[in-house]
């Protein structure tokens, strides 16, 4: 069993920082691609920002030069830091990571969600 737990969401105001964490726990063989999404209320969940294995990072237009994904290979874990947050951030943060077992093999998981608000 492969678990994504996601901490860090919050409260901040327009122009704060915040940051956000998604460990991966369980019968792990091999973690490669992890990411962020988000899903606001009556919109799509969208990619924010993705890490490959090599630690190759993409953004969405929206965040580039505010958020910076990384990922600890030790921890297995990937964190977003959020900063310059504006109006138009807030939402459901998802983790998202491919991930090897040791049952069925390579499968797409999902954390829980964490809420982000930016109001003053």
């Known amino acids: 069993q492969v678990q994504l737990v996601e901490s860090g969401g919050g409260l901040v105001q327009p122009g704060g920082s915040l940051r956000l964490s998604c460990a991966a726990s369980g019968s792990i063989r091999s973690i490669y691609a992890m990411g962020w999404y988000r899903q606001a209320p009556r919109k799509q969940r969208e990619l924010v920002a993705g890490?490959?294995?090599?630690?190759?990072?993409n953004y969405a237009d929206s965040v580039k030069g505010r958020f910076t994904i990384s990922r600890d290979h030790a921890q297995n874990t990937v964190y977003l830091q959020m900063n310059s947050l504006k109006p138009e951030d807030p939402a459901d943060y998802y983790c998202?990571?491919?991930?090897?077992?040791?049952?069925?093999?390579?499968?797409?998981?999902w954390g829980q969600g964490t809420q982000v608000t930016v109001s003053s």
């Open positions: 998202n990571a491919r991930i090897e077992s040791y049952g069925p093999g390579a499968l797409d998981y």
């Open positions: 890490i490959s294995s090599g630690r190759t990072t």
